[in-house]
């Protein structure tokens, strides 16, 4: 609050497109897509339709013991997400609520059927699965949540695989031995472990950390083995960012639980669902006195502007996805990331996948500048003197552009930073 206070603050009040625009009527490319959330632009006039429509229907119905049409048909939708492996679903109206109602799903299904010794989960570091308390159990216990850990519940943890692509070529690559940590823990603790959760292919707020293609369903397959509970979340990669509706289609996978929210009603309105099995569903069936509901509600859960919103987002998706216009965009963001910072006296390193990337900064003569230097926030800063607005993480800066960005748009997204960086970065002590 101190930085934010300390400099100048930008109000944003009109979106076109890829675009946001300040009072001043100054245009900055949303390379944050809105905190990772936009699918087609802003104002887009097809969603603006559908969430006009159904205003005029009904703003919000409750989920809790009622229904309303248009959360039953995205329902359905969704279960075409997974082929029909995944037909159950659960609204909530964020990334992290979706993912502890998993957790809970899990935790509370293995006592139902008659195992409660399966009780542990297990997460990858760096893992990064939202802010309430049982999503920060799951998470990298570093600089995010370090002060919460005395009310944290326990979760064991394996290390992430090492790999690093742009623009298709990979840098280096090893999976093994967090494969091997992995199988190891299963191996001790499988019998009393209920689920393990996983970013699939990318951690975004670990700073676009990859895992090679395949990791997943390796990961997978030991799940499978040791009868574990696999949750997908998908909160970040779904919807496009990666080049498909989900990660887990292009891996091949079926997980027991999938989280899905952000791109969900494309940067609209605050929408999650976690999907999940017919198995899992039916265990919760019964008496009310055998005590098997699963008490998780919230009030804005499947809001219905939402579910409309997202349903003709989803609509809209997918040819877009067929098109093939979002794999030339990923890959033009890679070779337009490899021109700007490959050998860069101030790059440490860079990677892309997808509409993903992250730039990370070091000074010309050292290891790293000290703390409050804050390079990729002054970076971030100047930024939006070259027309973006874009998010910093420590030392880099993360690129997360609209999933419908322009092949233009795509190259001013680089050139800003680029620019930013090089009046920035050379201006810094670094003792
Ligand atoms: C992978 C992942 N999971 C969960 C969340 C939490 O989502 P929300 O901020 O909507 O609670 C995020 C947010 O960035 C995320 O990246």
């Known amino acids: 609050m101190q930085e934010y206070q300390d400099n100048p603050r930008l ?16 245009r900055y490319l949303d390379g944050n897509a809105s905190v990772w959330t936009n699918v087609h632009g802003h104002n887009d006039p097809d969603l603006n339709r559908a969430l006009r429509e159904q205003a005029e229907q009904v703003a919000h119905v409750t989920l809790l013991g009622l229904n309303h049409p248009v959360a039953t048909e995205l329902a359905e939708d969704l279960a075409g ?32 059927v008659g195992q409660p010794a399966r009780r542990g989960v297990i997460s990858m570091e760096g893992a990064y699965h939202g802010d309430t308390f049982g999503t920060m159990a799951v998470g990298d216990r570093s600089e995010f949540h370090r002060r919460f850990n005395p009310w944290l519940f326990a979760a064991q943890t394996f290390p992430a695989p090492t790999h690093s692509e742009c623009a298709g070529q990979v840098a280096r690559s ?5 494969l091997a940590a992995l199988r190891a823990i299963l191996e001790r603790d499988g019998p009393t472990t ?17 895992q090679p293609a395949g990791f997943v369903k390796a990961v997978t397959e030991l799940c499978r083995r ?51 099995s017919e198995k899992v569903y039916e265990a919760f069936l019964g008496a009310f006195s055998e005590g098997k509901t699963f008490f998780h509600g919230h ?19 997918k040819p877009m996805l067929a098109s093939g216009q979002v794999a030339e965009r990923a890959a033009l963001l890679g070779s337009e990331m490899e021109a700007a910072f490959a050998g860069h006296v101030h790059v440490c390193t860079f990677r892309q996948l997808g509409l993903t990337g992250s730039v990370e900064f070091k000074p010309a003569a050292a290891d790293c500048w000290p703390t409050d230097t804050r390079a990729g926030y002054r970076v971030a800063l100047a930024a939006r003197r070259h027309g973006l607005v874009i998010r910093p993480l420590g030392d880099s800066i993360l690129f997360v552009p609209p999933i419908s960005i322009q092949a233009d748009e795509v190259k001013h997204l680089v050139h800003a930073v680029r620019l930013a960086m090089d009046e920035v970065l050379p201006q810094l002590k670094a003792d």
């Open 11 to 26: 109000h944003l009040v009109r979106g076109e497109g890829s675009w946001l625009i300040d009072g001043e009527g100054r």
């Open 81 to 112: 997400l997974t082929g029909g492996a995944l037909p159950r679903c659960l609204f909530t109206d964020n990334g992290s609520n979706a993912v502890e109602v998993a957790l809970k799903l899990s935790f509370q299904y293995w006592q139902l």
């Open 194 to 210: 209920a689920c393990l959760i996983l970013e699939p292919r990318v951690q975004g707020a670990a700073g676009m950390v990859q």
């Open 299 to 317: 009030t804005f859960s499947g809001n219905p502007l939402g579910c409309a919103v997202a349903r003709a987002s989803l609509c809209k998706l």
């Open 226 to 276: 040791h009868d574990v509970h696999l949750i997908l979340d998908e909160v970040f990669t779904g919807f496009g960012r990666l080049g498909a509706l989900t990660s887990a289609e292009t891996e091949g996978v079926v997980p027991d639980f999938l989280c899905l929210a952000k791109g969900l009603a494309a940067g609209y309105l605050p929408l999650a669902a976690t999907l999940t």
């Open 174 to 178: 090893d999976a093994t031995a967090s």
